[in-house]
């Protein structure tokens, strides 16, 4: 997939305008927060904010920035993943994650050294990603590795409802849209 085909699939996903009352990102549109949009450098109403611009967006916040189009070279679906999982919990959650699973995947550092999660998708995270996807098989390893970021993206979403239970609110429609 391309990141405009992922970034048109995201936007559909999120939907237009909302303020939810629990909702701690405020006004969005497309899932874009407020904050976001101003950081971005948006200075009209959230409920006017123009598609395109919410595209523009995700594809320099939320794809570029974070270097998820690196690892699209090496797999296009957990640069998928990681794209989707930063739009909802932040790019360097997304990062860490896949830091975190390669890591935890590493065979006690037989196949490659563990990487530290610092939620920056730099040289030995791309090193890391490419052995292991060359030792355990494009596909094998490819769906190994999205169930885990899945599994490592539910337990957070979990965690942050039990924490928050305003949250609740927002749960089920994580697990149901989110995950897998």
């Given at each position: 997939m391309?990141?405009?085909?992922?970034?048109?699939?995201?936007?559909?996903?999120?939907?237009?305008y909302a303020n939810h009352p629990s909702d701690r990102g405020g006004p969005t549109k497309y899932g874009?927060?407020?904050?976001?949009?101003?950081?971005?450098?948006?200075?009209?109403?959230?409920?006017?904010?123009?598609r395109d611009e919410a595209a523009a967006i995700y594809k320099r916040?939320?794809?570029?920035?974070?270097?998820?189009?690196?690892?699209?070279?090496?797999?296009?679906a957990v640069a998928a993943e990681l794209f989707d999982t930063g739009a909802n919990m932040g790019p360097a959650v997304a990062a860490t994650f896949l830091q975190r699973a390669l890591s935890a995947?590493?065979?006690?550092?037989?196949?490659?050294?563990?990487?530290?999660p610092d939620g920056r998708i730099g040289a030995a995270t791309?090193?890391?990603?490419?052995t292991f996807l060359q030792l355990r098989g494009k596909t094998t390893g490819e769906s190994?590795?999205?169930?885990?970021?899945?599994?490592?993206?539910?337990?957070?979403?979990?965690?942050?409802?039990?924490?928050?239970?305003a949250n609740e609110a927002f749960l089920?429609?994580?697990?149901?849209?989110?995950i897998g």
């Open positions: 391309e990141i405009d085909d992922l970034i048109d699939a995201l936007i559909e996903r999120e939907g237009g874009i927060t407020e904050a976001v949009a101003r950081a971005h450098g948006y200075a009209g109403a959230m409920r006017d904010l123009p916040l939320y794809w570029l920035r974070p270097r998820f189009d690196q690892v699209a070279k090496r797999s296009g995947l590493n065979r006690d550092r037989k196949d490659y050294a563990d990487l530290v791309l090193a890391a990603l490419d190994v590795l999205l169930r885990a970021l899945d599994a490592l993206q539910g337990e957070r979403y979990i965690r942050l409802a039990e924490r928050r239970p089920y429609g994580w697990l149901a849209n989110r």
